[in-house]
Every structure is written in C-alpha cells, then in structure tokens.
C-alpha cells in the first residue's frame, strides 16, 4: 500500500513574527507622527495673525443700502479697511477723526471702508450710530462674520493700510487719531501727498507732494 504523504504545516519563527510587528508599529507611529505635525502647523496657521507685506483677503460686503462692496474692486486706490462694532467705545471715539480723513484725502484716492462686526441681534444700532456720527464713508455689515477667518482680528478697533496693489502696508489694533500727524506717515506716502497741519483744516486741507 502506497504512503499518503501529509503537508507540514508552515512554522513562522518568534524572530520573524517580532520584526513584522515592529515593522507595523513604526509605520503607526509614522503616520500619527505626520498628522499630528499637521495638525498643529494648521492650527498655528488658523492662529497666526496676518503680516504687513501681506495681500489683503479679498471679501464682498453689503453697505446700508444693501450696494456690495468688493475689497478688490478698488485697486489703484489706497484703502484704510477698519474693523468696529457699534458697542465699542473706543471706536466711536475713532469715528470723527477717520470722517476728517475721508473729507480730507478722498480726493487724493483714499478709500474708507468701515466694516461693522455687530452681529444680527445689534445691527439694527448701526444706522443709527452712523446718522449720529455724520459719517459719510462707506460702512458695510458682516453680521455673519465673514471677515473674522481671513483677518483674524485682535479684536476693535482695529485697521489695515492697504496699498495700491492690494497689499497690507500697516495694521494698527486699538483706536487712533487720525488727524494727528505722527498717524498719517504710512497714508501720506503712500498717496503721496503732505499734510499741512496736524488737524488737516478743512476738506482740501492736504496738497500732493512734487
């Protein structure tokens, strides 16, 4: 009678098992290694405030007469972009100061735009503020917060110089007096035009430079 010949079954060395098994957790290690690196470089980035020298995000905002505004809309054009809230002191004391620079230098290729972060339960103080501030510059609604991302504020008052070619010359967080002027150095030159006195005078009050 012929012998029925039986398979060995295939032994797999401790050695072997070991090394597949370190194999298995440094790649694991690797990879939660990379995502955390990646999660963090993320979130520094969703963190870190924007630089001067840096292009101004672009956005599309409604004013009071629901006209849009498009930031992009105005290159060739020097913008002064502030950030304010109707329940914010500071920002109230700014407003008259920034209504003298529009009269003053509008002509000159200044842009005023003041964007409200009121939010829906406190947009309805904004016309209001507006008509008791006299202001005559365009001031547009982000009630939902669309700029919050981009320009990841400090909070406000807070305002971007922003040049002819869409790029951030200066960011300045807090109020300012913009008739003082120790706080037109980076506006004049970039509209190249020279104040003649602190208060600017009348509307006019400015004359460009040779």
């Given amino acids: 009678m012929g012998h029925t010949m039986s398979e060995q079954p ?18 694991a290690g690797a990879v939660i290694l990379a995502l955390t ?18 292009s101004a995000p672009d956005f599309t905002l409604s004013d009071l007469n629901d006209k849009p ?9 020097v913008v002064f972009l502030n950030f304010w809230a109707t329940w914010c002191k500071p920002c109230r004391e700014e407003m008259p100061s920034m209504e003298i620079l529009n009269k003053n230098f509008e002509k000159d ?3 005023i735009l003041a964007v409200s972060i009121d939010r829906v339960t406190t947009t309805k103080d904004i016309p209001p503020f507006v008509k008791g501030m006299n202001l005559t510059f365009p001031v547009l ?3 939902w917060g669309q700029t919050d991302k981009p320009y990841k504020r400090m909070g406000v ?7 002819q070619q869409g790029v951030i010359r200066e960011i300045v967080i807090g109020p300012r007096d913009w008739t003082r002027l120790d706080s037109l150095q980076t506006l004049t030159k970039l509209l190249n035009v020279t104040p ?6 009348p509307p006019g ?3 460009r430079k040779g």
Avoid at 10 to 19: D, F, K, L, R
Avoid at 69 to 77: E, P, V
Avoid at 196 to 201: D, E, H, L, Q, V
């Fill in 10 to 27: 295939t032994s797999v060395s401790p050695a072997t098992a070991t090394g597949g098994s370190r194999l298995v957790i440094l790649i």
């Fill in 37 to 54: 690196f990646g999660i963090v470089w993320l979130q520094s980035a969703k963190y870190e405030p924007l630089a001067v020298g840096k």
């Fill in 69 to 77: 505004h498009r930031l992009s809309d105005f290159r060739g054009k």
């Fill in 109 to 111: 290729g200044l842009v």
């Fill in 141 to 143: 609604i982000d009630s």
């Fill in 157 to 163: 008052p807070e305002t971007f110089i922003i040049d």
């Fill in 196 to 201: 003649k006195t602190a208060g600017m005078g």
């Fill in 205 to 207: 009050g400015s004359r």
